[in-house]
Each structure stands twice: as C-alpha cells, then as structure tokens.
C-alpha cells in the first residue's frame, strides 16, 4: 500500500457504527500502553522525591487506619478536632485501608510505601477489566476514565483506586447479563455492591441505581427481573445500615459515618470550581465533542444488551449526582475536590467515548490519543520538575513528628499539629488540631497547649498561611531550626519544659 492510499484510508469517512480498522486500534493501544508506562513511572520513581506531598489529610487517613490494622489495633485513629480517646474510624469506610494492611503483611513493606505499589497495580487491574468485558474498544474507553488530568491519583493514597475496578465490574457485567442471559452476572453484582459500599459511601448510588432500574422493569412487567435487581439493592442498603450502626457502637461520640461537618461556601465558589478542577472542563469538551460527532455523523446503533447499560450509566449519574449534591448540602458545599466530580461524572464519560468510537473518523481517533500522550508527557514532565524545585518532607518526618509529640505531656492539645503523627505515632491521649479545630480546643480544658511552629512555617512557605490564626502565629516569629518544632503556649503540668523543643 503506497503512502496515499494508507492516508486516504485514514482520513476517509467510515460509516457509523463500523468498527475502525485494525491499525487505528492498535494505535490508540499503543498510545495508551504508553501513557500507562508514564503513569507507573511517574508514581514509583517520584514516589520518595514527592514525599508526603502526596499523602494529603484523607491519605493520610487511610495510611493511619491501614497501620492500625496492621498493629492489631483495630480501627484505632486520633481525633484531628478535639480531644477524644482514639476511636473507630467512622469518616472513612474499611474497604481500601484493609486491603493496604493486608498487603502491607504480605509483603512486609510499610503501608506509605506498599499502597504505591498497590495503585499502580489496582490501574493496572482496571484497564485489564476493560479488556475482558470491552474487548477492541477497550483501550479507547480506558483513556475517557484516566485522562491526563485525573492520572495523578494513581500516585495518591486514595479509595478511588479500588473503586473505579469495582465499578467497571458492576457495569461490564450488568451488559454482560442482558447479552448471555446467564444469572450469575446477576449474583456478582449482588457480592460487587457490598465491597463497593466498603471501598466508598457513594456505592450506594450504585446501588440505589439498580433498585431504580428493577422498579423499572417492574413497571414494565418483568416482575421476577424487577424483583430480583430489587432485592440485591436491598442486601446493599442492610449491608451499610449495619455498618454505620457498628461504627456508632464502636465510636466514643457515637458518630456512624454519616455525621458532617459543616464547611460554608466560600465566596468564589464557581471561580474556584472552575480554576482548580481541571476535570470540568475536560467533561465538559467531551460533551461538546459528542454532541457535534452526533449531529455530523449521525447516531451509531447499539444491541440491546448496550442499550440496557446506556440506562443505566445515566442511573448511576443521576443517583452519584443526587448523593453527592445532597451530602453538599448537608454541610459539604466548601469542599472543591477533583475526585467528586470523577466518579459522578464518570458513567456520563464512558457513554460519550462509545458513541465517539463508534463515530469520529481514524483520523480523529488517532489523534486524540496522540494528543492524550503529550498531554501526559507534559504532565510527568511538570511533576519531575516540581519533585527537584519545590520543598518536601520526606517520610523520615513522621518519624522526627513521632519523637517529638510522644515526648508531650499527657492530653497535650497541638495546634496545626501534623497529622504525619497517624503515620508513625503510638499515642491516644494528643489531639491534632487543624485550623478547623482552633475554636474547639480553645473552648475545652486542654492541660498543655503547644503550637507546631514547623507546620506554620512550612504552610507559609506553601502559600497555605490563610487558616492560621494570628495569636498562634506570634508565637512562631522566631524561626525553626527543623521541620518539627514545638512551642508551648500555657501547661498546668508541673513538668518544666522548654518552650522550644525541635528534635
């Protein structure tokens, strides 16, 4: 084949529906094998230059709980608001922090160290999924679920990584269900819905979205159908109700997991959803995207074991948007994180990637993953650069936080103490306190109130100065000569202490 004819056969009009040619798969495999690679190599090789800049406070929740279990310990956490004894913990669910200590044991490497290793297996697991339910369309799909600007969270200690292949299981075996008529599918996704309840809360919106489809299909005369998908939501929703009831049982306040606390909307709230998730707009280019493709080339046709899973993803955005909307508004609305709007949106993405797989000519195929894999080069680029330019903390510094807050007096308060502490620390009398938690502690009986002067300096050297309050910030005017560096602000303990103690 010459030249022009292999251009003139990429650049040609297909009809809709055709599956693109061979070639333009195994590019667009290619392209993301490639951008795998990057990914892997950007959360292992960066893994200590990053430091615990990336294990963020729900990271370090989960990596806190996940030793705990290790130390047979249970789900024993400190507060970070106000002085409490260590109790169950309720914010989180147990799926993901158990999986990181059972492989924390296995292999015998730290949990901050093993849940990398875990991730990057877990994305690996995820595109392997796909590959089994999505067969030649797969690689393609896959991109619409990690694009360059949501891979960074394979790096990142969070639940997300367990449930993204907990979720496509759910999906490719519902179509699977409706295509070989094979109740078992059935009976996985009735086991899939209580490990997603456990990998996140907002499983439930999994599960509230095939009761919705089995009242659906009562409506429609399918009764045993209708019954059976309602009776596997059900075993879901008693699944969770006993799980908050045995965290509240479990919990020193009684707190089941769905307590909130309240985080007022910020003034710029739009401006600030726009700026800092990326993903937004992202979504939104998609949407464009499909929506012109749609109107150019027309509507691909689909079997109708596709047609019932077209259903359901947009179920499950609507029952994802509701419970996440709803917990906004319970107290929620401050928070503007990426990874929200990644799982909401999510089953909206992979209906749009169909349709543009099964519309956009070979040209735009190819190059929309040519793009992806720049995009992501630009992306690892960037964090190399960041690892070498801006300061970090190294794991070590758990341990020098350790040293330093087990030498404290007894229920000694910390204000802006490191959580770092859930890391490595032992003790179940501290309370770390966060900007969140200045009012509380100021309002309890604290015995011995110290300031972490190290963290002030380092959240000012970050840009992150906002929430500290002035009269905490006075007393770290003197500069630090390490990164931990205790000042105490008033003690009734009897114990003469410095008021400077930097191990």
Same mark, same amino acid.
């Given at each position: 084949?010459?030249?022009?004819?292999?251009?003139?056969?990429?650049?040609?009009?297909?009809?809709?529906?055709?599956?693109?040619?061979?070639?333009?798969?195994?590019?667009?495999?290619?392209?993301?094998?490639?951008?795998?690679?990057?990914?892997?190599?950007?959360?292992?090789?960066?893994?200590?230059?990053?430091?615990?800049?990336?294990?963020?406070?729900?990271?370090?929740?989960?990596?806190?709980?996940?030793?705990?279990?290790?130390?047979?310990?249970?789900?024993?956490?400190?507060?970070?608001?106000?002085?409490?004894?260590?109790?169950?913990?309720?914010?989180?669910?147990?799926?993901?922090?158990?999986?990181?200590?059972?492989?924390?044991?296995?292999?015998?490497?730290?949990?901050?160290?093993?849940?990398?290793?875990?991730?990057?297996?877990?994305?690996?697991?995820?595109?392997?999924?796909?590959?089994?339910?999505?067969?030649?369309?797969?690689?393609?799909?896959?991109?619409?679920?990690?694009?360059?600007?949501?891979?960074?969270?394979?790096?990142?200690?969070?639940?997300?990584?367990?449930?993204?292949?907990?979720?496509?299981?759910?999906?490719?075996?519902?179509?699977?269900?409706?295509?070989?008529?094979?109740?078992?599918?059935?009976?996985?996704?009735?086991?899939?819905?209580?490990?997603?309840?456990?990998?996140?809360?907002?499983?439930?919106?999994?599960?509230?979205?095939?009761?919705?489809?089995?009242?659906?299909?009562?409506?429609?005369?399918?009764?045993?159908?209708?019954?059976? *998908?309602?009776?596997?939501?059900?075993?879901?929703?008693?699944?969770?109700?006993?799980?908050?009831?045995?965290?509240?049982?479990?919990?020193?306040?009684?707190?089941?997991?769905?307590?909130? =606390?309240?985080?007022?909307?910020?003034?710029?709230?739009?401006?600030?959803? *726009?700026?800092?998730?990326?993903?937004?707009?992202?979504?939104?280019?998609?949407?464009?995207?499909?929506?012109?493709?749609?109107?150019?080339?027309?509507?691909?046709?689909?079997?109708?074991?596709?047609?019932?899973?077209?259903?359901?993803?947009?179920?499950?955005?609507?029952?994802?948007?509701?419970?996440?909307?709803?917990?906004?508004?319970?107290?929620?609305?401050?928070?503007?994180?990426?990874?929200?709007?990644?799982?909401?949106?999510?089953?909206?993405?992979?209906?749009?990637?169909? =349709?543009?797989?099964?519309?956009?000519?070979?040209?735009?195929?190819?190059?929309?993953?040519?793009?992806?894999?720049?995009?992501?080069?630009?992306?690892?680029?960037?964090?190399?650069?960041?690892?070498?330019?801006?300061?970090?903390?190294?794991?070590?510094?758990?341990?020098?936080?350790?040293?330093?807050?087990?030498?404290?007096?007894?229920?000694?308060?910390?204000?802006?103490?490191?959580?770092?502490?859930?890391?490595?620390?032992?003790?179940?009398?501290?309370?770390?306190?966060?900007?969140?938690?200045?009012?509380?502690?100021?309002?309890?009986?604290?015995?011995?109130?110290?300031?972490?002067?190290?963290?002030?300096?380092? =959240?000012?050297?970050?840009?992150?100065?906002?929430?500290?309050?002035?009269?905490?910030?006075?007393?770290?005017?003197?500069?630090?000569?390490?990164?931990?560096?205790?000042?105490?602000?008033?003690?009734?303990?009897?114990?003469?202490?410095?008021?400077?103690?930097?191990?």
């Amino acid at each position: 084949m010459s030249w022009r004819s292999f251009f003139a056969k990429a650049f040609e009009r297909r009809e809709v529906g055709a599956p693109p040619l061979p070639w333009v798969r195994w590019v667009v495999r290619g392209c993301l094998l490639f951008q795998m690679g990057i990914v892997s190599w950007d959360a292992l090789a960066l893994m200590e230059p990053y430091g615990l800049r990336r294990a963020q406070a729900d990271c370090t929740a989960y990596l806190g709980a996940a030793r705990s279990l290790l130390h047979g310990e249970g789900l024993r956490m400190p507060s970070l608001f106000e002085p409490l004894p260590y109790g169950w913990m309720s914010e989180w669910p147990l799926g993901y922090p158990a999986l990181i200590a059972f492989s924390s044991w296995l292999t015998g490497i730290e949990p901050f160290y093993i849940s990398r290793w875990l991730n990057v297996g877990l994305y690996i697991l995820s595109y392997l999924i796909m590959l089994f339910f999505f067969k030649s369309r797969a690689d393609w799909l896959f991109l619409f679920i990690y694009p360059p600007n949501y891979t960074w969270n394979v790096a990142f200690p969070l639940s997300e990584n367990l449930f993204i292949p907990f979720f496509l299981l759910t999906i490719g075996s519902f179509e699977r269900f409706y295509r070989d008529e094979k109740g078992w599918w059935m009976v996985g996704i009735g086991f899939l819905l209580p490990l997603l309840f456990l990998v996140r809360y907002s499983g439930l919106a999994v599960g509230i979205a095939l009761g919705l489809w089995g009242l659906w299909q009562g409506l429609c005369r399918n009764w045993r159908e209708g019954l059976r *998908w309602l009776v596997i939501a059900a075993f879901q929703g008693l699944w969770a109700g006993g799980y908050f009831l045995w965290n509240a049982l479990s919990h020193p306040a009684q707190e089941s997991g769905l307590s909130m =606390r309240g985080m007022p909307v910020p003034p710029d709230f739009f401006w600030r959803l *726009w700026q800092e998730v990326p993903f937004l707009r992202f979504a939104f280019l998609v949407g464009l995207l499909t929506v012109a493709a749609l109107w150019k080339w027309g509507r691909p046709s689909f079997s109708l074991a596709e047609q019932k899973r077209d259903k359901l993803l947009w179920l499950l955005f609507l029952t994802q948007g509701g419970l996440y909307a709803w917990s906004m508004i319970k107290g929620r609305v401050g928070i503007v994180d990426t990874r929200h709007f990644v799982l909401t949106l999510l089953p909206i993405l992979l209906y749009a990637a169909e =349709r543009l797989w099964r519309t956009l000519p070979s040209s735009l195929l190819v190059s929309i993953a040519g793009i992806w894999v720049v995009w992501q080069l630009r992306n690892t680029y960037q964090h190399f650069r960041w690892s070498l330019e801006i300061p970090h903390l190294s794991y070590t510094y758990a341990e020098r936080v350790r040293q330093a807050y087990d030498s404290l007096p007894p229920r000694s308060c910390i204000i802006g103490g490191s959580i770092a502490y859930i890391l490595k620390g032992r003790r179940i009398d501290l309370c770390l306190g966060d900007w969140e938690g200045y009012f509380p502690l100021l309002l309890r009986d604290c015995p011995c109130l110290y300031v972490d002067c190290g963290i002030v300096d380092q =959240r000012y050297e970050l840009g992150l100065g906002a929430g500290i309050l002035w009269p905490f910030v006075k007393y770290c005017d003197k500069p630090c000569s390490a990164p931990v560096c205790l000042r105490r602000i008033v003690c009734a303990s009897s114990d003469p202490k410095s008021s400077d103690a930097s191990p």
